[in-house]
C-alpha cells in the first residue's frame, strides 16, 4: 500500500494529513507513543503549537503496537521511580483529558520471588518504593492464594512461590487506543501530524540544527526531538554523534480470547515470563529480548519455547490454551537499563531514547519531560539524571536488578 492507502494512513475521521509546511518551531521526529505525547505536551503545557511529528511509516507502526501494555513505576533506584512515577500518576486521568478511552485498568503488577534471594531482592525494592512514597506491598503464599487463585503455589515444584511484591495501582492499558489517543489530542490542538515522512539526514550549520531533510523535502526547524526508539542509534549517525545503545528484538506472543480468568499482571524473573490477560480475553505474555543486536521485527523459536514453558509451570491450568499469534518489536537498551534524554553534541537537537523494554509504561511521562526539555532548550529536572553524558562521568543509573523479566 502507498502512505494513504494504509488503513492508519489517513483516518479522516481521527486526525488531519496536511502536507508539511516549509518550517515549525519544533520537529518531533518519530510518531510512537513518546513522539505523540510529546507533541501533544507541548501544544497543552506550553502553547507550543507550531509543532509537527515527521514519521516513517504510519503512527504507531512500531513498538507502539508491538508491546504487551504493562504500567507500573516500582523501580530501584531513585532517579527512575521519580520518574517513572510520574507517569503513573498521570495514567488514571489519561482518557478524560485526551477525550479517548486508553483503557487503563489499574489491576496490580505482582512480581513473584521463588527463593530466599528472590524474597530478599524484592524486599530491598518494595522497601525503596516505600521510602518514596510509592505504593508497595508484601505478600505471602496464602495472600497470593485468595489475590490470584489459578497461580500454582505447590511447594514441590522447581521453582516454588514463597511469596511476591504487589503495586496495586499499577497495571494495563490499551496500546493502540493510546496512539490513537495521543495523536487525535495533537492533531485538535493544532501539530501536524507527517506519516510517510522519513528523516534521511540534518540540516546542521555551525554545529546547530536548522532542519530535517526527509523523503517529503527539507523541513525548517527551530529545534528538533529525536523519540525514535531502536532506531535512535541510526538518526543520531546521521546527525554525526553516536549513541551506547544496542536494538534487539523483544518477542511477545497471545493466546486465543478465553473467559477472564486472570485479573492482575504477574512477573517471575526466575522462570522468567510474565503474563496478564487483555481486555478482550487473550493472555499476553512475554519474557526477555533476543541476546542478539537486530532492526528485525522478529525473532527467535527457542525464545516463545521458553516463555510457554514458565507460563505452564506457574499456571498449569492454562495448559490446553491454544496460541494465537507472536510478534516481535525493537528495544533500544543503555548500558545501565535507563534511558537517555536530553541535549546532544548538536545545538537545538535533542534526544529521548534508550526506554529499553520499559518504554510503553512511561508514555505519558516521558512526553511530559520531553515537550519541558525542548520548550524551555534544557533539561526537565526530572531528565538531569538521565543526560547522554552519565556515560562520560560514571554516574549511571542501574535498573538492571529492576528488570528481570523484559516488562
Not at 510518531?31 to 511529528?53: D, F, I, K, Q
Not at 529499553?356 to 516521558?366: L, N, W
Amino acid at each position: 500500500m502507498t502512505r494513504v492507502e494504509h488503513a492508519w494512513a489517513n483516518p479522516a475521521h481521527l486526525w488531519r494529513n496536511p502536507e508539511p509546511k516549509p518550517s515549525y518551531d519544533v520537529v518531533v521526529v518519530g510518531g510512537g507513543l513518546h513522539g505523540l505525547a510529546t507533541a501533544y505536551y507541548l501544544a497543552r503545557n506550553h502553547g507550543l503549537t507550531n509543532v509537527a511529528v515527521v514519521e516513517r511509516g504510519w503512527l504507531g507502526n512500531g513498538n507502539a503496537v508491538r508491546n504487551t501494555t504493562v504500567v507500573r513505576s516500582n523501580y530501584l533506584r531513585d532517579e527512575s521511580m521519580a520518574l517513572y512515577e510520574h507517569a503513573l500518576r498521570l495514567w488514571p486521568g489519561l482518557s478524560a483529558e485526551l477525550d479517548h478511552d486508553v483503557l487503563f485498568d489499574p489491576r496490580g503488577v505482582l512480581n513473584l520471588a521463588h527463593g530466599r534471594h528472590d524474597a530478599l531482592t524484592l524486599k530491598r525494592q518494595l522497601a525503596a518504593n516505600q521510602a518514596a512514597g510509592i505504593d508497595a506491598e508484601w505478600l505471602e503464599p496464602a495472600d497470593l492464594a485468595s489475590f490470584c487463585p489459578i497461580l500454582n503455589l505447590a511447594p514441590d515444584v522447581r521453582f516454588p512461590v514463597v511469596g511476591a511484591a504487589l503495586q496495586r495501582r499499577g497495571g494495563i492499558a490499551r496500546h493502540d487506543a493510546v496512539v490513537f489517543a495521543f495523536a487525535r489530542a495533537a492533531d485538535r490542538l493544532g501539530v501536524d501530524l507527517l506519516q510517510g515522512c522519513e528523516v534521511t539526514g540534518f540540516d546542521i550549520e555551525n554545529n546547530r540544527v536548522r532542519g530535517v531533510v526527509t523523503t517529503r523535502g527539507r523541513i525548517g526547524a527551530g529545534r528538533v526531538g529525536l523519540v525514535g526508539a531502536g532506531r535512535s542509534k541510526l538518526l543520531a549517525a546521521m546527525a554525526g554523534f553516536e549513541l551506547p545503545i544496542q536494538p534487539s528484538p523483544l518477542q511477545a506472543l497471545v493466546s486465543e480470547v478465553l473467559d477472564q480468568v486472570l485479573d492482575t499482571v504477574v512477573m517471575s524473573g526466575a522462570v522468567h515470563v510474565y503474563l496478564s490477560q487483555a481486555h478482550k480475553g487473550e493472555l499476553v505474555m512475554g519474557a526477555g529480548r533476543d541476546p542478539y543486536t537486530s532492526y528485525a521485527q522478529r525473532g527467535s523459536f527457542h525464545i516463545l519455547e521458553w516463555q510457554l514453558q514458565a507460563v505452564l509451570e506457574l499456571f498449569p491450568i492454562l495448559s490446553r490454551a491454544h496460541l494465537l499469534r507472536t510478534w516481535g518489536g525493537i528495544v533500544d537498551v543503555a548500558p545501565d537499563a535507563s534511558p537517555i534524554i536530553g541535549l546532544t553534541p548538536i545545538d537545538d537537537l535533542f534526544i529521548n531514547c534508550g526506554w529499553g523494554t520499559g518504554g510503553f509504561k512511561a508514555t505519558p511521562g516521558s512526553g511530559w519531560v520531553f515537550a519541558s526539555t525542548l520548550a524551555a532548550g534544557v533539561p526537565d529536572p526530572l531528565v538531569v539524571p538521565f543526560s547522554l553524558d552519565r556515560f562520560e562521568t560514571g554516574a549511571l543509573i542501574d535498573e538492571h536488578g529492576s528488570a528481570a523479566v523484559a516488562h
